[in-house]
């Protein structure tokens, strides 16, 4: 199915190429890994027929099997893309580039875990101890004047203390004098 494909699209790209030319560029792309950093997905089957427009970074995929494509097909669908009447896929709008960094870093750690399993535990373990050192010694940090309560005006519920204790004993000499 893969080579009948190839097969298909070889002979459009060269029969038709006044046709196309302006238009695609044709390439093989053996893999998936040009494929899933363009469409950020991985495909479900290979060979994939995909055309891609760097311009606008919009794809585009056939939702046929590979094994049923004709050459007649390919050219229906090469048609409605250049008429525009087949909606593409991606862009490069803000939540397609959020997608992107997700993509890029959830393949990323991946990777990393696949390639490299006690290097990345190592990391793992690292981060962990540094976050935890920094948070334990930011919430239990002690100043010169002691222990930081939190409160700024310290002094001031001093002189509340002092100020109630002045009011308490003036109100009770005034009792005195009374009895």
């Not at 939190?150 to 004993?169: A, I, L, R």
Request: glycine share 6%; aromatic share 14%.
């Amino acid at each position: 199915s893969g080579k009948q494909l190839i097969d298909v699209v070889e002979d459009i790209a060269l029969a038709e190429r006044d046709r196309y030319h302006a238009s695609f560029i044709f390439a093989l792309l053996e893999g998936g890994d040009i494929y899933s950093a363009l469409t950020l997905s991985f495909p479900e089957q290979y060979p994939v027929l995909f055309v891609f427009d760097p311009v606008t970074e919009v794809f585009w995929l056939t939702d046929d099997s590979p094994s049923m494509y004709q050459v007649d097909d390919v050219n229906q669908f090469l048609e409605s893309i250049v008429s525009g009447s087949l909606r593409g896929r991606g862009g490069s709008g803000f939540t397609r580039k959020l997608h992107r960094v997700y993509f890029d870093l959830s393949n990323g750690v991946v990777a990393l875990f696949t390639e490299a399993p006690f290097f990345a535990t190592f990391l793992t373990v690292m981060l962990t101890f540094v976050v935890s050192f920094c948070t334990y010694f930011c919430c239990f940090m002690v100043t010169e004047d002691g222990p930081d309560t939190g409160w700024e005006d310290d002094d001031d519920s001093k002189d509340e203390d002092t100020e109630k204790d002045t009011v308490d004993e003036l109100t009770s000499s005034d009792k005195d004098k009374t009895e």
